[in-house]
């Protein structure tokens, strides 16, 4: 665990996001604009790990709208087995946005460059998607990683992840990055009961979040599990009052690839507050309007 101080403030983060299929990516990187706006993190990258064509342009839409249009955007430009579809990206992605000037760097190339412009041991990388990017940088610049990288936050089950670790046939690389990974990594796998969205209805319509969730649920409103928020509440704020960090005991990925906990290098997340404290948590800052 490393905890975040008036002294550190503000956070270094890059999100690392599959945002296509669900919609809490959606919700997590609103999260992640609010407490910038509170002075809590400075988002340096906005990482792609699925290859939906209009991934890029609904990330730069959610982030113009949060007056961010300048955060540097990374795809990944791999081959995936059987691409998502998403209900929602090709809508938001015609929200306003500035179009790139040049052609969108892959994740690697960006996380490569950023990271050499940061202080040793500043930047905490959130994954709420797919681990391929960080596959590929680890099996690149592992040394980069260990000198400029403090925290990895990991949104999975801890047990037979049937999503995030396993989708695309991706398995076998996530329990590389697992066991390969030279700094500490927590996993984040609480959210499911945790449900927020609803009160997006009330937000304006030039909100491309709340078109995001408008689409996802056809049309309608409704509310949808919270893991990514849970992830991104935690790599910005640390534990405080919200969770516990487990050292003891083990995870187990669905190809067997098992590994153990350890203080200061791997742990998870339990929380200490109920489903609807955190969703109360969650739902006012994906709300919150855009500071101007």
């Not at 925290?151 to 801890?158: F, G, H, I, R, T």
């Not at 927020?196 to 409704?222: D, I, K, M, W």
């Not at 516990?244 to 998870?268: D, V």
Request: hydrophobic content about 35%; glycine content about 8%.
């Amino acid at each position: 665990m490393v905890e975040n101080t008036g002294k550190t403030l503000p956070k270094k983060v890059i999100y690392e996001t599959d945002i296509c299929s669900d919609v809490d990516d959606v919700g997590a990187l609103a999260v992640l604009h609010a407490l910038a706006d509170g002075g809590e993190v400075e988002i340096l990258v906005v990482s792609f790990n699925e290859v939906h064509p209009s991934g890029a342009n609904a990330i730069r839409a959610i982030n113009t709208w949060y007056n961010r249009g300048e955060i540097p955007v990374g795809i990944y430009k791999g081959d995936l087995t059987d691409p998502d579809p998403s209900r929602y990206l090709d809508k938001v992605a015609n929200f306003p946005h500035n179009p790139p000037s040049v052609e969108v760097p892959s994740s690697l190339e960006l996380y490569q460059q950023v990271l050499r412009e940061q202080p040793d041991n500043s930047v905490t990388i959130i994954s709420v998607g797919f681990l391929n990017n960080l596959y590929d940088l680890l099996k690149t610049d592992p040394d980069l990683i260990s000198q400029k990288v403090t925290e990895l936050v990991v949104m999975a089950l801890l047990i037979d992840d049937p999503f995030n670790t396993r989708q695309h046939n991706l398995v076998d690389k996530s329990a590389y990055v697992i066991h390969n990974w030279p700094t500490l990594l927590v996993i984040s796998q609480h959210g499911e009961t945790v449900h927020t969205g609803l009160r997006l209805a009330e937000a304006p319509f030039e909100n491309p979040v709340r078109e995001a969730y408008c689409q996802y649920f056809g049309g309608s409103y409704g509310e949808r599990s919270s893991w990514d928020q849970l992830a991104v509440l935690y790599g910005v704020r640390g534990l405080g009052d919200y969770f516990a960090e487990i050292t003891e005991g083990s995870g187990r990925l669905l190809n067997g690839y098992e590994w153990e906990m350890q203080p200061g290098f791997r742990s998870y997340l339990d929380p200490l507050l109920s489903d609807s404290e955190l969703a109360d948590i969650i739902e006012d800052l994906m709300v919150k309007p855009p500071r101007r």
